[in-house]
């Protein structure tokens, strides 16, 4: 499902000049600024390559579900590849739209921690895309505007306890996202790298709450060998430094 691309258009007609005959239209993605289009482009150029093995072998992890479609990074991969994955969220007002609208993945609800605890208090935000376990991360979202709903207590895991049970053993991980606003270098810090690879990480530097946290992000990934290959106005993404390697020697 094609529609007409509204940028193009609309400079058009800005600018006071025809229209292509041609028309042109907008590439589908549902990432929030197309980080899903870029992370698929990359994997479909590296198995075109052989880099990589059949999609059937490997999963995406989505850890902050919210929502079935809207700023989601793993639903393109499930369209294009028929690949299937975990979406874990918090907010349990959303699971019934999640499990509707992605019947094939498992839907978890859980909240993800770096902390072995049982329960933690997530604040929900009048706008669910802002829930976060950091009350203050939602005081200071464009000066307050939007505000604490409510709060729940909801159990909680830690990452690689959410790999071992729910990861199966003949599968990798093609893609972990992480969107959980505000613990995003916290949970990544908790992943044990040495025996979790994803293929891709992306994740989501919350500036206005902890400023420089894209660069942390940025030196703590280097550090478990992954290489920063696209910054979007939103999110960051890594590719295992491993594959870039082996694409510059030209091995499979």
Not at 28 to 56: K, V
Not at 65 to 89: K, P, S
Not at 140 to 161: E, F, L
Not at 173 to 197: N, P, Y
Request: some cysteine; charged content about 20%; aromatic content about 8%.
């Amino acid at each position: 499902m094609l529609f007409p691309n509204p940028f193009v258009y609309q400079r058009t007609l800005e600018a006071d000049i025809k229209s292509a005959t041609i028309p042109s239209m907008l590439e589908q993605h549902y990432g929030q600024c197309g980080e899903d289009l870029i992370i698929f482009s990359i994997a479909r150029a590296l198995q075109t390559q052989g880099q990589i093995g059949d999609w059937a072998g490997y999963m995406y992890v989505e850890i902050g579900g919210n929502h079935a479609f809207a700023g989601n990074n793993t639903y393109l991969l499930h369209i294009h590849t028929g690949m299937t994955g975990i979406l874990v969220e918090a907010n349990p007002a959303l699971l019934p739209d999640l499990q509707k609208g992605r019947p094939a993945d498992q839907i978890i609800h859980a909240a993800i921690t770096n902390e072995d605890v049982a329960t933690v208090e997530l604040f929900v935000s009048n706008h669910h895309e802002l829930s976060s376990l950091h009350k203050e991360f939602i005081e200071i979202w464009h000066g307050g505007q939007v505000g604490i709903k409510n709060s729940v207590q909801v159990a909680a895991m830690r990452p690689n306890r959410l790999f071992e049970n729910h990861i199966p053993a003949d599968k990798k991980i093609l893609l972990l996202s992480i969107d959980v606003e505000g613990k995003d270098l916290d949970i990544a810090k908790d992943i044990d790298f040495a025996r979790w690879r994803p293929l891709f990480v992306q994740l989501e530097p919350s500036e206005h709450f902890a400023s420089g946290e894209g660069e942390r992000m940025t030196a703590f990934m280097q550090q478990q060998g992954y290489v920063l290959i696209a910054r979007t106005n939103v999110n960051l993404i890594y590719i295992d430094q491993a594959m870039l390697t082996k694409l510059a020697s030209g091995n499979r």
